[in-house]
């Protein structure tokens, strides 16, 4: 058991290999953590700075009209 909500049982194990099976309410999420760390690393890329545009107005040509 984790806490009071979530309980991890092996459902099987063969070999040097082991499943579990994990019983969680659905409102925590459970990840491999591998898969946890690319959530976590495409987040922080989501929340970076986008670069500035420059200020400079004669870097970008006028608009056609």
């Not at 984790?2 to 290999?17: C, H, N, S």
């Not at 898969?35 to 400079?56: F, G, H, L, T």
Request: hydrophobic share 35%.
């Amino acid at each position: 058991m984790i806490g009071d909500d979530v309980e991890i049982t092996i459902v099987d194990i063969r070999g040097d290999k082991v499943r579990l099976g994990i019983n969680a309410p659905r409102h925590i999420q459970v990840h491999r953590k591998e898969v946890y760390d690319a959530i976590k690393c495409e987040n922080q890329q989501a929340s970076s700075p986008v670069p500035s545009i420059p200020s400079d107005s004669s870097v970008i040509p006028p608009i056609a009209s």
